[in-house]
């Protein structure tokens, strides 16, 4: 996806979110009637009688038929994708929307003129039942794009998101293979020693967090002063969200560019982020320690750090078992798990070698994934050359 800043008028603004609002209307409906399905029920209707439905609807409601018919439509082939994703067990089964999150609808059978470049800065794109919207023309618009989304996040910035699958990052040919560590400290550690670390809210920023949630605390529900902390709240909090996202898309270019094989441990992000808090009758231990353990992991990037790895080198990220990665030696092999000293020191009871403990880890993540790929004497990012005799196959006589 190629998502670039709209910069609508106070008229449009309101149009976009009418769009949004019917969006979130026909897919809310969805979601109720899949609600009401029990065993021994008919079964909810599928996409072409919801829109069937649809039609109905727009026929007796005036509101809903001054929207644009390809708006509700396509919330509607989205809630359809939504459930085949959670049938096919890759994402969680479609829940309700709100007003202030998620906020989007997305638009189909886009014409080439109907996004055009005014000046060198700024362009336009054009949007049923609004018009022309200015967009900021960060980059070139990927050529043939047939579809696009319009979003609006928590700080009220709108977006625009063509439907365009770039070219993935070549392999320098090099057969340079380096291992990830990552970490809260230390954001992102690699194998030839260098440490990265994601950018976050500065000092003042942060404290000017703290006190806005405060005062939030204090305000009363439904109040416009607990609307303006909100929206106070979610701008700070989306300047912290930009630059880790910033930082996550040229740290994965640059490991692209540089090896052809990037090795990663195969964590389980959710399951290590989930809270402590228990229930009433068996809570949890240390939850606050365990919270803000959870935001430390968040606020690095592992997981999106690693998925536009997989989107920019696909085939060439190695994802291997965390088991004993940061307790082995790089230099022997010896796992020790009282080898390292400190978060950051690791010294070997064995060899005595000594370094920083998250450069070890990630060098026995390169070293695990040199042997992963080339087992059979094959070369590491195409199929094996020499594969290992099978005793099953040979023959008997």
Known sequence: MSRYRLQPTPAQEAALAVH?????FVWNLAVEQHAHWKPGRKSAPGLLEQCRQLTEARAECAWLRAGSIIVQQQALRDFAQAMANFFGKTHRRPTWRRRGRSEGFRIVGVKPGDVRRL??????VKVPKVGWVRLRWSRAVPVGVKSYRVTCDRAGRWHVAF?????????????????????????????????????TLKDSEKARLLRLQRRLARARRGSKRRSRVKSAIAKLTARGIDRRKD??????TTLARRFDVIAV??????????????????????????????????????????????????????????????????????????????????RCRSCGYAGNAD??????????????VSARGGPPLGEPANREPQRDLLPVG
Do not use: F
């Not at 390169?366 to 042997?371: I, N």
């Open 20 to 24: 949004c609002g019917h969006a979130r």
């Open 119 to 124: 000046s060198r800065k700024v362009g336009e």
């Open 163 to 199: 439907a365009a699958v770039p070219e993935p990052i070549g392999a320098p040919g090099t057969d340079a293979v380096v291992g990830v560590d990552r970490g809260v400290t230390v954001s992102a550690a690699l194998s030839t020693g260098e440490l990265l670390i994601a950018p």
């Open 247 to 252: 930082w996550v898309e040229k740290i994965s």
């Open 265 to 346: 441990e195969d964590l389980n992000i959710r399951g290590m982020t989930r809270s402590a808090k228990g229930t009433p009758q068996t809570p949890g231990r240390n939850v606050r320690q365990k919270a803000a353990l959870n935001r430390g992991i968040l606020a690095a990037g592992w997981g999106r750090l690693v998925e536009r790895l997989e989107h920019k080198a696909p085939g060439r990220v190695v994802k291997i078992n965390p088991a004993y990665t940061s307790q082995r030696c790089s230099a022997c092999g010896i796992a020790d798990r009282r080898a390292r000293e400190s978060q950051a020191a690791y």
């Open 359 to 372: 450069v070890n880890a990630a060098r026995n993540i390169a070293h695990a994934a040199g042997h992963a």
